[in-house]
């Protein structure tokens, strides 16, 4: 079995909830939009909103280019919570584990996803944010590629 999240031209629809310390978990959905423009280099544009509450959508505009010989991808990100971000990601068997961090922060704020694929059209999301050395926030998913 071979992915379909990120190497393939796709919309993907987003269910979960999301942690923060100290906080009631909230429920979250959004949206992921992935194309392949040019050889190797791939955007991706996420929406993320939490019905029910009054906090903001988080909005995250990627490119990224795909080392295709190594299974490995680089990819800078301009998202609304965090700012500006660089990250990397790694393609292995049954998941895809990526590692971002932003830029400039005093904050020291970096992060990791991972996403397990279930079936070719679903996958599960785990991931956090790290402030310093605390997690500051965890979201958990489930994707659905929408045929």
Not at 82 to 96: H, N, Q, R, T, V
Request: aromatic content about 14%; hydrophobic content about 35%.
């Amino acid at each position: 079995m071979t992915h379909s999240f990120l190497v393939e031209t796709g919309q993907w629809i987003i269910n979960g909830n999301w942690f923060e310390r100290n906080q009631a978990p909230l429920t979250i959905n959004g949206a992921l939009d992935i194309r392949w423009s040019e050889q190797n280099w791939f955007t991706m544009n996420l929406e993320l909103s939490f019905p029910g509450s009054d906090r903001e959508d988080i909005i995250g505009k990627y490119r990224g280019h795909f080392h295709e010989a190594a299974y490995q991808y680089t990819y800078v990100l301009k998202q609304n919570l965090l700012g500006k971000i660089e990250g990397e990601g790694w393609i292995a068997l049954d998941s895809i584990v990526q590692r971002y961090w932003v830029i400039g922060d005093r904050q020291r704020r970096s992060g990791f996803e991972t996403f397990y694929r279930i079936s070719p059209n679903s996958y599960r999301l785990s991931g956090a944010i790290v402030t310093g050395a605390f997690i500051s926030s965890t979201i958990e998913a489930t994707l659905e590629r929408q045929i």
